[in-house]
């Protein structure tokens, strides 16, 4: 699953985001970013009351798929 994968249905076309944060239509925020063999997904939910993390030095687990299934597990 890819960064378009999940905002494709929620109305955002897929681009790179540099340094920034993007709020997307359900108030979720995201940032996804690579650099130097690393890999870094941050969201935090809607409500405000969760955050998540995920940092990798592969390019698998794929870090944005697993972010969104621990912010799924941790707020449902």
């Not at 540099?18 to 970013?33: E, M, Y």
């Not at 969201?43 to 969760?50: A, G």
Request: charged share 20%; hydrophobic share 40%.
């Amino acid at each position: 699953m890819s960064v378009g994968d999940v905002l494709r249905p929620r109305g955002i076309d897929e681009g790179r985001y540099g340094a920034g944060i993007l709020l997307l239509p359900d108030k979720t925020l995201v940032h996804r970013g690579d650099w130097e063999g690393f890999h870094s997904t941050f969201i935090v939910s809607p409500d405000r009351n969760t955050a998540v993390t995920v940092v990798c030095n592969v390019d698998s687990p794929d870090h944005f798929h697993a972010a969104n299934q621990l912010l799924d597990i941790w707020t449902t």
